[in-house]
């Protein structure tokens, strides 16, 4: 770094200094941007656009794989898999989930109109945010869907699927 004179007592001072040593007197030079030990003055900008453009990449692998064509392991799976998938569904939906009870469970047949998978049709009870039990309400899953009585597809869809 070069040095310079102060002009006030004369020592010999770096022309990097905020001010003089000796009697404190601020510098004539403006400061100059003194980068990050080590990094280069850009190094910090490189990293962000880096990590942005990662995080791009891995948002959109993320939504091709969802978005790809699906596979219905329902059709695969023995009775009980999926009554047991159907529980799990409907357990996940509920607010206490530890206070889930289930009433009649029946697997129905294939919905056409739903690409040909089975549904599983069935009562739950379970506690409600205030800590009461709110009786057996119907459910129907379809597909890893798991829809209650107060929900629209439900509404539509219950009778046609789950007939006596």
């Keep these: 770094m070069p040095l310079t004179n102060c002009p006030d ?4 001072i770096s022309t990097a200094a ?4 000796q009697c404190g ?3 004539p030079f403006p400061p ?3 980068p990050s030990a080590g990094q280069p003055p850009g190094a910090r900008i490189m990293r962000l656009a880096l990590l942005i453009i990662v995080g791009a990449a891995l948002s959109l692998a993320a939504v091709a794989t969802s ?11 023995d ?3 999926r009554l047991d998938s159907a529980r799990a569904a409907v357990t996940a939906r509920l607010k206490d989930p530890a206070s889930v009870r289930f009433g009649e469970l029946r697997i ?3 919905a056409s109109s739903l690409g040909g998978g089975t549904v599983v049709c069935g009562f739950v009870n379970a506690r409600n945010g205030f ?3 709110t009786g057996m309400a119907p459910f129907v899953f379809f597909a890893g869907r798991a829809e209650l009585e107060s929900d629209a597809w439900f509404a539509q869809h219950q009778l046609d699927y789950c007939r006596r």
Excluded: D, M, Q
């Excluded at 905020?18 to 040593?21: D, E, V």
């Excluded at 978005?67 to 799976?77: D, F, M, R």
């Design 25 to 27: 007197r601020p510098s």
């Design 79 to 81: 009775p009980e898999a």
């Design 108 to 110: 129905s047949a294939p």
């Design 67 to 77: 978005v790809g064509p699906s596979t219905n392991t329902a059709v695969k799976l």
């Design 18 to 21: 905020a001010s003089c040593p």
């Design 9 to 12: 007592c004369g020592r010999s």
């Design 32 to 34: 100059a941007a003194v």
């Design 131 to 133: 800590g009461g039990y």
